[in-house]
């Protein structure tokens, strides 16, 4: 091994140093060559990269398990070549502060990238942690005065190489400074809770809230009722915060929660289909948004102002085909259809509105009375059909018409009102009801009644017969505590039938005040 040159001020002897490099056996062979620059070792040759690699990483191996440890008095074998191996080339003569060597000897091992050549030398820690891929397999036990006081031996006598990976050992690092630490500031929605804020109630709610919109985040699932809780909980602390503080910024946050508490509410309510009255269970509806539930008002209103034919039966038949055609303005139907209404001449309706133009049929109405599943007919409301421009009466979609469909067709086929053989009037009135509650099932707005003059405009019969239809559905379970005044009707949907109903907006006030 070449000696290097010792400089005039440092007569220490240099660090040890040698290197195991994989080199082809020659051109067109697998085989490599395995040569070591210890002056003791021959070459050897093996008939694969693979194993060339693992015998010279074991040769290797078997030089650090021999060598003795490092020699606290030498210097950086990386020193006799101006410690070009970490240090980056500036091209310039001469360096303007010259590196400086440090801590206990190590012995390094460092390998090529590509596993083709491993490197083992002495040399001082510091220049170890800077050389990159530097591995230490052991440490001088004791150091020079101009050193810093030696590192405990790692205990690890190999070091790996580029088939295994370890952590390297410890290397010298600098005292970090103490780390000063703030006392914890309690927050909630980015604010800072004073810790001199009074009452001291307050300031804990603000704590508990903050602490319970965290765990909130945290939650896999969410629980949109816990959050709409959670908000109005903040509105009133923030309420009370800005009241005791005058700070305008926290009464508007407080509105802000108020609005996020009402959005959760009723995205709660959509999702689980029902509404919460009060303390009581969920009710899941059939129709389970206010979007659905103000389409299927639409479709009764543009009935009651666009019948061709006046009376209950009429105007019941009108409404089935006109949720059969709705998006389109063409539809297929069976005898059953018709039949299932409680209709006293269902031929006799069809012949009627095909004569005035409404309803239009490939043949006679006797034929679609004889329909069956197998065979429907096609009919078509050309009134319902879209413009010119794609618009129609209705602006609900064609996925929407089935389920509006679907759930009258629930309501007119209810068992017990087929069992009581209830009237068209009768169906039609169920029908309406279940469109002009409030979530609770109560009837009108808010639960305060529905006006005679604008019900008698959607089931067109008079005063006696309506008390008697209103009879007719209590005795079939759907109507309960149902009183008719001279201009009000009043009652509730029973239980059964809740999960028909089609709640109207809250309005908070009596419509007949």
């Not at 085989?31 to 210890?38: D, K, L, N, Q, W």
């Not at 508007?252 to 959760?264: P, T, Y």
């Not at 389409?295 to 059969?324: C, K, Y």
């Not at 609900?396 to 053989?421: E, N, T, V, Y």
Request: one cysteine or more; a positive charge.
């Amino acid at each position: 091994m070449t000696q290097p040159v010792v400089s005039e001020l440092d007569e220490r002897v240099p660090g040890r140093r040698w290197t195991v490099r994989l080199d082809a056996a020659g051109r067109g062979s697998t085989a490599v060559r395995i040569s070591c620059s210890r002056p003791a070792c021959a070459d050897q040759r093996l008939p694969s990269a693979a194993a060339g690699r693992a015998a010279a990483i074991a040769h290797l191996k078997a030089h650090l398990r021999a060598a003795p440890a490092p020699r606290a008095g030498v210097y950086c074998a990386c020193r006799a070549e101006s410690c070009h191996t970490h240090l980056p080339d500036t091209g310039r003569h001469a360096r303007a502060e010259p590196w400086r060597c440090g801590g206990p000897v190590v012995l390094a091992v460092v390998t090529d990238r590509e596993g083709r050549w491993w490197q083992t030398m002495e040399c001082c820690s510091r220049c170890a942690a800077a050389i990159p891929g530097a591995k230490t397999a052991a440490t001088s036990q004791a150091s020079t005065a101009e050193d810093r006081p030696a590192l405990v031996a790692t205990g690890t006598d190999v070091p790996q190489f580029s088939d295994r990976q370890v952590a390297a050992g410890p290397v010298p690092a600098p005292r970090s400074a103490p780390v000063r630490r703030r006392p914890p500031q309690a927050k909630i929605a980015r604010r800072v809770i004073p810790h001199d804020l009074r009452p001291v109630a307050l300031r804990d709610e603000l704590i508990e809230l903050g602490d319970l919109f965290r765990a909130y985040q945290q939650r896999d699932e969410p629980d949109l009722a816990l959050l709409a809780a959670l908000h109005e909980r903040k509105a009133r602390a923030f309420t009370t915060w800005a009241d005791v503080s005058g700070i305008m910024s926290l009464r508007l946050e407080a509105r802000r929660a108020e609005q996020a508490a009402a959005a959760a509410r009723l995205q709660h309510q959509q999702r689980t289909g029902g509404i919460t009255d009060g303390d009581g269970p969920t009710v899941p509806r059939l129709l389970t948004v206010a979007t659905q539930w103000e389409h299927a008002r639409s479709i009764l209103a543009h009935v009651a102002d666009h019948a061709p034919l006046p009376g209950p039966q009429a105007r019941l038949l009108v409404l089935m085909l006109t949720l059969r055609t709705a998006h389109t303005g063409t539809g297929n139907l069976i005898g059953q259809d018709l039949t299932a209404l409680g209709l006293s001449d269902p031929e006799d309706l069809v012949e009627k509105l095909t004569g005035c133009g409404w309803l239009g049929l490939p043949g006679t109405a006797g034929d679609l009375l004889a329909s069956r599943p197998e065979n429907p007919t096609p009919v078509t409301v050309p009134s319902l059909a879209p413009r010119e421009d794609g618009t129609g009466p209705f602006t609900f979609g064609k996925k929407m018409r089935p389920k509006l469909s679907g759930w009258a067709q629930k309501i007119l086929s209810d068992k017990k009102l087929r069992k009581a053989k209830a009237t068209a009037g009768t169906r039609l009135l169920a029908l309406t009801l279940a469109t002009r509650t409030d979530a609770s099932g109560r009837l009108g707005p808010d639960g305060y009644g529905i006006a005679l003059n604008a019900l008698t405009a959607w089931v067109p019969v008079d005063t006696g017969e309506l008390k008697h239809l209103v009879d007719q559905l209590t005795a079939a379970d759907w109507l309960a505590d149902a009183q008719l005044t001279e201009t009000h009707l009043t009652g509730q949907l029973t239980d059964r039938v809740l999960p028909l109903s089609c709640p109207l907006p809250a309005s908070g006030t009596r419509p007949f005040e």
